[in-house]
């Protein structure tokens, strides 16, 4: 039975650069035959808050780092959050030590994004 934790990261400023690393879990070495696992995370929501007068968009992208490659879309493509408001997506998503949540905002530092889910030992 796994024992997940909750967790949550953020508020982050989005910058306009689309390789941008937003987050990816943690890899672990153990001690002296304790073994090594890495984590993995299940996101399950996701908010971005445009603290701006006029609309912004974002786009995200899961994969390896750095990547944004055609394809590899999850949340928002050029998804549009109107002035002084937010966007939320839910659902649930597993994240393992090789994949990275990449994205980035239309105009630097206007959207800030936060999330919640579950860390767990893979």
């Known amino acids: 039975m796994p024992s997940n934790k909750p967790f949550n ?5 989005l910058t306009a ?3 941008t690393n937003i987050l990816n879990p ?3 070495s153990g001690g002296v035959n304790g073994g090594a696992s890495g984590q993995y995370i299940l996101l399950k929501h996701v908010r971005i ?3 701006t007068a ?4 974002f786009s995200l992208w899961k994969g390896a780092t750095g990547a944004n490659a055609a394809g590899t879309e999850v949340i928002g ?3 549009s959050v109107a002035a002084n408001s ?9 994240f393992d030590v090789a994949d990275f949540l990449v994205g980035a905002a239309s105009a630097i530092t206007s959207l800030s994004i936060q999330g ?5 030992v893979a």
């Open 26 to 28: 943690a890899a672990a």
């Open 116 to 120: 919640e889910g579950e860390v767990g």
């Open 54 to 57: 006029g609309a912004v968009t």
């Open 17 to 19: 650069t689309p390789t």
């Open 86 to 94: 937010a966007y939320d997506w839910y659902g649930l998503m597993r």
């Open 9 to 13: 990261f953020g508020p982050i400023a």
């Open 49 to 51: 808050v445009n603290k």
């Open 77 to 79: 493509q050029a998804q």
